[in-house]
């Protein structure tokens, strides 16, 4: 399969690949519904340990300009989002050393008592962090995140899943086998989670081939992904990245296409409009794209590398409208969500 989606992808006319891609989705999502969330990315703490060549949000623990957020801030930014009909937090951070295991569960137990949501929280790579800084094994670390409150797992930190280049620009995070080790323990543990491609790092069009294969792979084995998102690396500001060469619109329609091809096994695949733009967010769903993402309300780490998008509820569903789709506000499991809110 490889070798015909890399020959597919070199020499097929960008309205072929999209094309094919637009049949899967059909074929996937013949209602016609395209789905979006409302939600708000908290990211916890910028304090991190990890060093990756393209972040721009993170400083060093003895950098003066680190945080961590209080419970109660993260509360009030919750119920933030909860007037405005949002239905999730993403809640992700740094790879803290300081961070005793204890603040998590007790941040989620918290969450929990006193500003009930769906959390969506804490990726592959934090609970690697913590199974190797707090010595538990991955397992115990997700069955003790699930039982104070964690309900689902964000596919972040995958960028391309092929350790040559994670060595390059992510040498400290969780290995490619060890990234896909967690995402398979927590689905036999019963999460479901998203997936994801931070492409443009550098790879070649083989290594996002395999990266697809392997996600591909996991998926057969487990079907636990509910969703694939693909974006470029933000050259721009990244402290060792910015002379990196920046990819453009049709690169991003042609990786969303090869991505539903691959991926015919993962049910939903999102529009990147928070990088993208909205009017290239409306193209890729007829590039195999079902869902337009969240109208995020927060997102640090992508407006640190100076790319934010910002939109309303109004305006993606006048985008959706305008593709020929019916918009429908989501939750994590992509259930339908029928009373209206205003953003
Ligand atoms: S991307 Fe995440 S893990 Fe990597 S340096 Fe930034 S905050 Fe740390």
Redesign the pocket.
Known sequence: MNRDLLEFYRNAPLLDLGAEADRIRREMHPDGIVTYIVDRNINYT?V?V???G??A??RRPQDGAGWTLSYEQIGAKIDEVKALGGVQILIQ???NPYIPFDWYLDLLRYIKAHHPIHVHGFSP?EVDFWSTLYRMDARTVIRELVAAGLDSIPG??GEILVQRVRDRV?KK?ASAERWLEVMEIAHQEGLRTSCTMMYGIGERLEDRIEHLQRLRDLQARTGGFTAFICWPLQPENTPSMSAMPKTDAVEYLRTIALARIALDNIPNVQASWVTMGMKLGQIALHYGCNDFGSLMIEEN?VSAANTTHRTTIGEIESLIRGAGFEPRRRRQNYELIEEAVAV
């Open positions: 910028n991190c990890a060093d990756c393209f972040c949000f993170y951070g740094g790879h790579s972040a930190g992510a995070k780490v």
